[in-house]
């Protein structure tokens, strides 16, 4: 009787533990989406000033961490992982400074409400989100 407790309790033990952190996979997903909204600003931007391309740069590398932090986590739960276009949607050619800002920063809540860290990814996610970030704010002060 006492060893069937034990292993009931071991399985709802490692079902909590599954829970908690398959809850953080969407929130990586959406910080992806974020960074690919803001990623598509920048593209139409078109821009060829340093800051915006460094900027995008580090965009398409924070996505890229994302994707293997998915990976990762899909890999732990068996799931099949979904590999989406990294490439956002064209955008009407136009300043789209404040727009990708926007999208940045909300990218960046998700990936700091998103844990656990799977393989440092998140981490590296958001170090490249905080740089983008830091360019595009230099760039805005330029054109004001």
């Keep these: 009787m006492l060893r069937r407790r034990h292993v009931v ?6 079902f909590v533990v599954a829970s908690i952190s398959y809850a953080e ?8 989406r974020e960074l690919q909204k ?8 078109n821009s060829k000033e340093d800051h915006f391309v460094n900027a995008t740069g ?3 590398a924070a996505i890229a961490e994302i994707e293997e932090s998915i990976k990762l986590d899909s890999h ?8 989406e276009a990294t490439l956002a949607a064209p955008l009407p050619d136009k300043r789209n400074l404040r727009l990708a800002l926007e999208h940045l920063r ?3 809540e998700f990936l700091e409400a998103a844990k656990p860290d799977q ?9 490249y989100t905080n740089r983008a970030i830091a ?3 230099q760039a805005s002060a330029g054109t004001d």
Excluded: C, T
């Design 135 to 137: 360019l595009l704010e």
């Design 58 to 60: 580090l965009v398409v």
């Design 119 to 127: 393989g440092g990814h998140r981490d590296k996610a958001i170090a």
């Design 9 to 14: 309790g071991g399985f709802l033990l490692l």
């Design 38 to 45: 803001s990623q598509g600003y920048l593209y139409a931007e």
């Design 25 to 32: 996979w969407p929130k990586m997903k959406l910080a992806k």
């Design 76 to 83: 732990n739960h068996h799931a099949a992982s979904r590999l």
């Design 106 to 108: 909300l990218g960046k």
